[in-house]
């Protein structure tokens, strides 16, 4: 049990580390903290739930992703390849494309229920 404890502690200083470092990824916090308020306030179905939070976690996870893959490519600056540029760019389009996706879906699930609430 230790072990799993240990584990748990590694993950957290990594998202700790995301959090102090790592402007895009406050920035997605904050916006999926606004996103849950909503998803609790508005009259969601639970797959519409469903899909907000997927949404969420995949935008996280691959921010996370994006910036364990920056670091790598930082230790190897002193003899950077020019992949390393290609790399970190890749990963931040995978970023790009999926938050431009979560915020498609959201769009796509409060839209109707904000209409509604302001009586359009």
């Not at 904050?30 to 306030?41: Q, R, S």
Request: glycine share 4%; proline share 3%.
């Amino acid at each position: 049990m230790h072990r799993y404890l240990r584990s748990f502690i590694y993950a957290l200083r990594g998202i700790g580390f995301a959090l102090k470092s790592e402007k895009n990824f406050r920035f997605e916090i904050v916006t999926a903290v606004v996103a849950v308020i909503a998803g609790l306030l508005l009259p969601l179905s639970a797959l519409e739930r469903s899909l907000i939070f997927l949404s969420i976690a995949l935008v996280l996870v691959l921010e996370l992703v994006n910036t364990a893959f920056e670091r790598v490519m930082d230790i190897l600056k002193p003899r950077i390849h020019p992949y390393a540029r290609v790399i970190k760019d890749m990963m931040a389009g995978a970023v790009l494309l999926t938050t431009l996706t979560a915020i498609a879906i959201g769009i796509t699930i409060f839209l109707p229920h904000i209409l509604i609430v302001f009586g359009f």
